[in-house]
């Protein structure tokens, strides 16, 4: 049934700037709506309504970057009747105001995430690896702690992490408050071997259902691998994940945040990863 709901999905990705119900879409797949709505979540993590949400900030954000249009025009083309609503909704999801968005990934660049602040109450760590998919060079990695299925503001903790071809990274997610997260991953790797020509590759992974104890470690290793046409996409505006040439040999675990970071990393920011592409131009 995976299949219905890749079809579910490309109807959405298809038709995305109008208005669409459960039961329209659920008809375009012939099922009922509530077997549809029970597998498409169960599927994609989300409700069919949310990843149309997605879809649609997602479009805007291209829309943004791409053109010259009007933040209202751009409401419009995405299938917004209120301003007031398409701005609530892009601000909530990507951590920035559709203007202030437009400006940093034309003009200033979106920065590296930097260090956020210790959470008031209880908090631990994540720790654990993260491994590549087989035909990837190097690679780098945004990884932070969400309570969501997407990749969407706010992080509760994050870390950028470089990933060397042919061997897992360590990382450490200090300051996750306590509870139960998920474990986000989205990166941008080398090609290897025969494929080391080809366009930077955008990855993904997971670990769900992580719980953090005070003053603990949690162990969660996450796998990368290509963006499958039902996941959804990423929507957190993040800074451009070009990998380095040779991540640099690092005592213990490679994982550095932004504050930490090489002056290097600092100074590369010519845009942001939209790691999210429509499903079939990857």
């Not at 509530?34 to 291209?62: S, V």
């Amino acid at each position: 049934m995976e299949n219905a709901v890749e079809r579910a999905v490309e109807y959405l990705w298809k038709h995305y700037d109008r208005p669409l119900s459960l039961t329209e879409v659920a008809e375009s797949v012939r099922l009922s709506r509530f077997y549809f709505a029970r597998l498409f979540r169960d599927t994609t993590g989300i409700t069919p309504g949310r990843f149309l949400a997605a879809i649609r900030i997602h479009h805007a954000k291209r829309l943004l970057i791409d053109t010259s249009m009007r933040i209202t025009d751009v409401s419009v083309s995405v299938g917004y009747n209120s301003l007031g609503s398409f701005s609530n909704c892009f601000t909530s999801s990507v951590g920035l105001s559709p203007g202030r968005f437009r400006r940093l990934s034309q003009i200033d660049g979106i920065e590296l995430p930097g260090a956020l602040p210790a959470p008031h109450g209880p908090s631990g760590a994540v720790a654990g690896t993260i491994s590549l998919p087989e035909g990837h060079g190097n690679a780098r990695v945004y990884l932070g702690a969400f309570r969501t299925q997407t990749v969407k503001h706010p992080a509760a903790a994050a870390v950028i992490v470089d990933v060397p071809g042919g061997r897992p990274a360590c990382y450490r997610l200090p300051h996750v408050p306590e509870g139960t997260w998920i474990v986000h991953a989205v990166a941008v790797a080398d090609g290897a071997g025969l494929d080391a020509r080809r366009p930077h590759a955008p990855l993904v992974g997971m670990h769900p259902s992580v719980t953090v104890t005070a003053g603990g470690v949690t162990s969660a290793a996450v796998r990368l691998r290509r963006r499958r046409p039902i996941d959804p996409p990423v929507l957190l505006a993040l800074p451009d994940l070009v990998p380095p040439p040779a991540p640099a040999p690092l005592t213990g675990c490679p994982a550095v945040t932004a504050r930490q970071a090489p002056a290097a990393w600092q100074e590369d920011r010519r845009g942001l990863a939209l790691a999210a592409p429509r499903p079939g131009l990857s």
